[in-house]
């Protein structure tokens, strides 16, 4: 039982540092300053946004495969991933920068709209409607 849950361990241990080394620093640190323009992010909120773009793009590089093989999976999954950036951001924003993110949530849902209206017009099912949305992100 303790080799197995031993082997166990080191397994998980070299599968999180494999997910690690997929996050390119270059990425990460374009994306913070990024937002850190966008925002006027003090250093405090600068290393969370490393934190949350790393996480980001280590999730976005996990579903990778999933691309080629189960289309509709990934985009699923990659508007949830997009959903919990959004949600990690608003926690980490001040009042004072929340306005700017509200202005670029509603930017988004003007396009959605759009999409599914010019969608709906040309008869498109609710399936490629939605997956429409999702190819948005």
Same mark, same amino acid.
């Given at each position: 039982?303790?080799?197995?849950?031993?082997?166990?361990?080191?397994? =998980?241990?070299?599968?999180?540092?494999?997910?690690? $080394?997929? &996050?390119? !620093?270059?990425? &990460?640190?374009?994306a913070v300053d990024k937002?850190?323009?966008? #925002? +006027?992010?003090?250093?405090e909120q600068r290393e969370?946004?490393?934190?949350?773009?790393?996480?980001?793009?280590?999730?976005?590089? $996990? /579903?990778?495969?999933? +691309?080629?093989?189960? #289309?509709?999976? #990934?985009?699923?999954?990659?508007?949830? /991933?997009?959903?919990?950036?959004?949600?990690?951001?608003?926690?980490?924003?001040? !009042? $004072?920068?929340? !306005?700017?993110?509200?202005?670029?949530l509603l930017e988004r849902?003007?396009?959605?709209?759009?999409?599914?209206?010019? =969608?709906?017009? $040309?008869?498109?099912?609710?399936?490629?409607?939605?997956?429409?949305?999702?190819?948005?992100?």
């Amino acid at each position: 039982m303790k080799p197995t849950l031993a082997l166990l361990f080191t397994i =998980l241990a070299f599968s999180t540092l494999q997910a690690q $080394e997929k &996050v390119d !620093p270059a990425a &990460v640190e374009k994306a913070v300053d990024k937002m850190a323009q966008q #925002y +006027q992010l003090n250093a405090e909120q600068r290393e969370q946004a490393a934190e949350i773009q790393t996480r980001r793009l280590r999730n976005l590089a $996990e /579903i990778a495969p999933l +691309q080629k093989t189960a #289309y509709k999976q #990934y985009l699923q999954k990659k508007h949830f /991933i997009r959903e919990a950036t959004q949600a990690s951001l608003r926690r980490m924003l001040t !009042p $004072e920068q929340m !306005p700017i993110l509200k202005q670029q949530l509603l930017e988004r849902r003007k396009q959605e709209s759009k999409l599914i209206e010019r =969608l709906k017009a $040309e008869g498109a099912s609710q399936e490629d409607i939605q997956i429409a949305i999702w190819e948005l992100d």
